[in-house]
């Protein structure tokens, strides 16, 4: 008699959970944005992957038997986006202001579906494409400035990386979903970490790098490597048990707008009128693609591709 209470509550706490971690996520572009000027993008990225690789390692270790050569060719191909996502958002967030940073960064939610379209030679439904075509408006209004026409110029260089993000974080919503319905996901966590901390790691010879030890780099490092990745990647899986798609996508579009709302009361930043209507047409696009876009399968040539070579 006094149990149900708790097995009613499960799908509450998962909401509730799930709207921690995206406060975190959209939190971290204010914190991020702060100690890029003690930290290089790609060397702050490495010893975060790093200690979320450790950290999940200590959690998930015993799933870590009978791992195949197929969850280790899926992992690591997750952690390219992966490493490619973090990347190109890291290095453009030094460049741009956290609250575009975390706008663009949700147009992957509207890529999808494209991407889904072309690997499965299926034409999306018309709420999917308003929706792309709402994002890409609010794209515009928030990266080119009033009076200037479309060109690559024209574009502030920070928010052309996070573009790249958006599409690399796109790839990587999609094969993760893809190789989660095939493999543990303890397994696919702690390979795609592994892989994006290797090439993060082996990429910092090509930028300037510096590091300076601080009290904010410390907290910096632990809460995005703990939280943010090791925890979040953990709470994300349990929590979708026990939500629906629709919701889980409701209360991952808050994301930039708690970064917005973070990065106004940290750092008083404001979009302006322009760059406001340009982050509602990309939250709207979102939202109707999202709840109103059909869902596709993958490919079965995808599957074929990444079956090969046994």
């Known amino acids: 008699m006094l ?3 708790v097995l009613v509550s499960r799908s509450l706490k998962a909401h ?3 709207v921690l971690i995206t406060f975190a996520w959209g939190s971290t572009f204010v914190l991020v944005k702060d100690v ?5 993008p790609l060397v702050f990225n490495a010893i975060r992957m790093i200690i979320a690789f450790v ?3 200590l959690i998930f270790h015993r799933s870590l038997k009978g791992m195949t050569r197929q969850t280790i060719k899926g992992g690591v191909l997750v952690g390219v986006f992966l490493f490619l996502g973090y990347a190109f958002q890291t290095s453009g967030l030094r460049l741009t202001t956290p609250s575009k940073s975390a706008f663009i960064t949700g147009l992957a939610v509207v890529l999808v579906p494209l991407v889904v379209a072309v690997t499965g030679r299926r034409v999306p439904n018309r709420w999917t494409v308003f929706g792309v075509i709402a994002a890409f408006i609010g794209l515009y209004l928030m990266t080119i400035p009033a009076g200037e026409g479309f060109s690559l110029m024209s574009i502030n260089r920070g928010d052309l990386l996070t573009l790249g993000c958006a599409c690399s974080f796109a790839l990587h919503i999609y094969t993760i979903g893809y190789m989660s319905q095939r493999y543990p996901f303890q397994q696919i966590s702690i390979i795609q970490v592994f892989t994006a901390a290797i090439l993060m790691t082996a990429a910092i010879p090509i930028e300037s790098s510096r590091f300076v030890l601080s009290g904010t780099a410390v907290f910096a490092l632990a809460f995005t490597g703990l939280i943010c990745t090791a925890a979040a990647f953990s709470i994300q899986t349990w929590a979708q048990q026990f939500t629906p798609p629709t919701h889980t996508a409701l209360i991952f579009a808050l994301e930039p707008v708690f970064a917005a709302i973070t990065s106004y009361v940290l750092l008083g ?3 302006g009128l322009r760059g406001t209507i340009g982050a509602m047409f990309i939250l709207g696009g979102i939202l109707v693609s999202e709840l109103r876009g059909s869902a596709v399968e993958p490919d079965r040539n995808f599957e074929a591709a ?4 046994h």
């Open 306 to 309: 990444l079956s090969s070579n």
């Open 55 to 57: 950290a999940l390692v």
């Open 16 to 18: 509730i959970l799930l």
């Open 36 to 40: 890029l000027a003690q930290i290089s």
């Open 3 to 5: 149990c149900y209470p």
């Open 269 to 271: 930043e404001r979009l």
